[in-house]
């Protein structure tokens, strides 16, 4: 049986109050195996992005159950949660979300000092050179293109060595040839490191990349694939 590092049973969400309220995932039922690929796929609005916000704790179910390596997330405080996320889940995000007044690599290494990890500068230097960025360190993110910015988001999220990667849409704000290139990395250095890669994606030459796609509409899962039913089976 394949280890499972994501487990999601009956999961609801709505966003909101009030008139103004979404019933943003309705029942959803995951389970994603350890080192697997997994795209999720489906229009605007289905319910992806909250999917992966869900499984990196930043957004708490109202019904089901939510468990992310061995962990129960259900009742946790928020300081519990963020200390296992920066453990277990490594985020990328489109837009970067680097902190455009400190240079790559503190980009890298403070989140690293605040979770308390030693040597925090040298291994945020190792993991921007995984990434091709040795000579870029004391680079400005305003420095960067968009491609070596996305980069330096990927060394931060692969720094902690998380045993899940999660990627929103990470080559949404890049050009098709820059695009690849990061793809490329995303996927090489989650089969280095035996991780779980979950992309969120409108591409479906990215998502075919994937060893598997969950595709959503209307905040359900629409098409759960027998592939992963036959791998945890």
């Known amino acids: ?12 969400l709505t966003l909101g109050q009030g008139a103004s309220s979404v019933h943003v995932l309705k029942g959803v039922s995951l389970k994603v195996g350890k080192g697997e690929t ?44 963020a200390a296992f996320r920066g453990r277990n889940v490594g985020i990328v995000f489109q837009s970067f979300h680097l902190i455009p007044n400190m240079t790559a690599l503190e980009n890298v290494a403070v989140p690293l000092e605040l979770a308390g ?10 993991e921007l050179a995984a990434v091709g960025l040795a000579e870029r360190v004391t680079h400005y993110p305003g420095e960067l293109s968009g491609g070596e910015q996305q980069r330096v988001a990927i060394a931060r ?23 690849k290139h990061i793809a ?14 979950l992309l969120v994606t409108h591409d479906p ?29």
Request: hydrophobic content about 45%; charged content about 20%; some cysteine.
């Open 205 to 233: 030459i990215l998502a075919g990349r994937c060893g598997r796609q969950v595709a959503m509409r209307s905040g359900r899962i629409e098409q759960p694939t027998a592939v992963a039913e036959r791998a945890l089976a």
């Open 117 to 126: 990890h030693p040597d925090a500068f040298a291994l945020a230097a190792r």
């Open 38 to 81: 997994v795209g999720i796929v489906g229009p605007s609005g289905s319910g992806k992005s909250t999917l992966l916000m869900v499984l990196a704790g930043l957004e708490r179910v109202d019904a089901g159950t939510v468990a992310i390596a061995g962990t129960k997330l259900n009742g946790r405080s928020e300081d519990d949660i």
């Open 184 to 197: 490329d990395l995303l996927f090489t250095k989650a089969s280095e490191r035996g991780m779980t890669l």
């Open 1 to 12: 049986m394949t280890e499972a590092v994501i487990e999601l049973d009956d999961v609801s």
């Open 157 to 179: 999220a692969l720094a902690p060595s998380p045993a899940i990667l999660i990627a929103d849409e990470p080559t949404g704000n890049l050009d098709q040839a820059t695009g």
